[in-house]
Nanobody, 124 residues
Framework: QVQLEESGGGSVQAGGSLTLSCVTS????????MLWFRQAPGKEPEGVAA???????VYADSVKGRFTASKDNMKKTIYLHMNRIGPEDTALYYC??????????????????RGQGTQVTVSS
């Protein structure tokens, strides 16, 4: 059973930066397909950044050029580096994982495991 634990959330001013971490456990290796997604109050969940076993990344248009996903296989951890954060980025951020390729890299429903989330609050 894969377990995921996010950290790094907090309060940040608009224009600032933040890095989220997601530590994986319960598996010998880091899961092959991982996703960062978020849910803002009153809104549908949104897949924002996916990273695969080769380090290939896919981003939602809403974060492209501002957010970067990366991973450390030895630490079994993925990261979401968030730059030029805006109030629209306020949300609960989750990581998700699966061992099989998703039909769409940002499709949240294609990932079997997810963490509890970490809150990011942006003030203007």
């Amino acid at each position: 059973q894969v377990q995921l634990e996010e950290s790094g959330g907090g309060s940040v001013q608009a224009g600032g930066s933040l890095t989220l971490s997601c530590v994986t456990s319960g598996y010998a290796l880091i899961p092959s397909y991982m996703l960062w997604f978020r849910q803002a109050p009153g809104k549908e969940p949104e897949g924002v950044a996916a990273i695969d076993l080769f380090g290939n990344t896919v981003y939602a248009d809403s974060v492209k050029g501002r957010f970067t996903a990366s991973k450390d296989n030895m630490k079994k951890t993925i990261y979401l580096h968030m730059n030029r954060i805006g109030p629209e980025d306020t949300a609960l951020y989750y990581c998700a994982a699966d061992g099989t390729p998703p039909a769409g890299p940002l499709r949240i429903e294609d990932y079997s495991y997810r963490g509890q989330g970490t809150q990011v609050t942006v003030s203007s």
